[in-house]
């Protein structure tokens, strides 16, 4: 038996889950998130908790097992919370703005860099070098802090570039002069 498969997932009193065939449907005040189970596995909800359980014991039920408990629990955690990610600008001259239903990026390329914001997403700039991504969907706001970063990640000499927060750069030391 999967260690976090068989956790039973407990349901805040603002959350609603229905179920319809393999879909399961979580609403909350954070939004509405949408997921297709795996075939393996079914859902049970029992008055405040969701339990997950799978059919057979072969490698790929116990695989789906867990995985499926995960990412139910991920949403029913985003709706009644959400998930934020933080990015931080280092360099001179880098900095980010919100435009709209756009990130406009200046990374020290010859043009700025448009980035769209996808739906139930939110994207607020401080300082214009603290990138904060808050939304229901784990996948996605990491899929969006990731793609940020990924248009100028943190190089090892100088340290400049978009990184996570809490992420540490390890710094190299430069060519020496004889």
Sequence with gaps: ????????????????????????SVEGPKGKLNRELHRRTSLKVNGDSITVSRAGDDAEAKAMHGL?????????KGVSEG?????????VGFKAAVQGKNVNL?????????????????VTVEENTKVTIEGPDKEVVGRVAAEI???YPPEPYKGKGVRYADEKVIRKEGKTVQ
């Excluded at 998930?83 to 360099?91: M, S």
């Excluded at 200046?106 to 939110?122: F, R, T, V």
Aim: hydrophobic share 45%.
């Design 106 to 122: 200046s990374l020290g390329y010859s043009h700025p860099l448009l980035y769209p914001i996808p739906d139930q997403i939110k």
């Design 83 to 91: 998930f934020v990610k933080r990015l931080a600008i280092q360099g």
């Design 68 to 76: 499926s408990r995960a990412l139910v629990n991920n949403m029913v």
């Design 149 to 151: 970063r990924s248009f």
């Design 1 to 24: 038996m999967s260690r976090i498969g068989k956790q039973p997932i407990v349901i805040p009193a603002k959350v609603k889950v229905a179920l319809n065939g393999q879909k399961v």
